[in-house]
Nanobody, 128 residues
Framework: QVQLVESGGGLVQAGGSLRLSCAAS????????MGWFRQAPGKEREFVSG????????DLADSAKGRFTISRDNALSTVSLQMDNLKPDDTAVYYC?????????????????????WGQGTQVTVSS
């Protein structure tokens, strides 16, 4: 079955950086747009960033603009999220997810319910 496995989370001080990675298996990776979401305790899961199938287009939540960069490598079936200038409000479990652009008739989506496959998540904790 399809697996998405995130890595790279951890504890970092405010202002620091982390790079999250997500490796996909048993997925026709280049046929799916990919997204990163996060969920803080007591809050709903929220969109962070998305990337098109080819990697040519990206989407960032306002909270991530200027600090986070999403990228993908279709040859390796991986998607990454470079997070710089981290803030305590970035503390959350981060998830990667895959969405069929054919099904949603769009190159990306910010809606949790559009994504068919999810990883198990990786914890990011930013201390002040």
């Amino acid at each position: 079955q399809v697996q998405l496995v995130e890595s790279g989370g951890g504890l970092v001080q405010a202002g620091g950086s982390l790079r999250l990675s997500c490796a996909a298996s048993k997925l026709s990776f280049s046929l799916y747009a990919m997204g990163w979401f996060r969920q803080a305790p007591g809050k709903e899961r929220e969109f962070v960033s998305g990337i098109s199938r080819s990697g040519g287009r990206t989407d960032l939540a306002d909270s991530a603009k200027g600090r986070f960069t999403i990228s993908r490598d279709n040859a390796l079936s991986t998607v990454s999220l470079q997070m710089d200038n981290l803030k305590p409000d970035d503390t959350a479990v981060y998830y990667c997810a895959a969405v069929s652009t054919v099904r949603i008739s769009a190159w990306t989506s910010r809606r949790v319910e559009d994504y068919a496959y999810w990883g198990q998540g990786t914890q990011v904790t930013v201390s002040s």
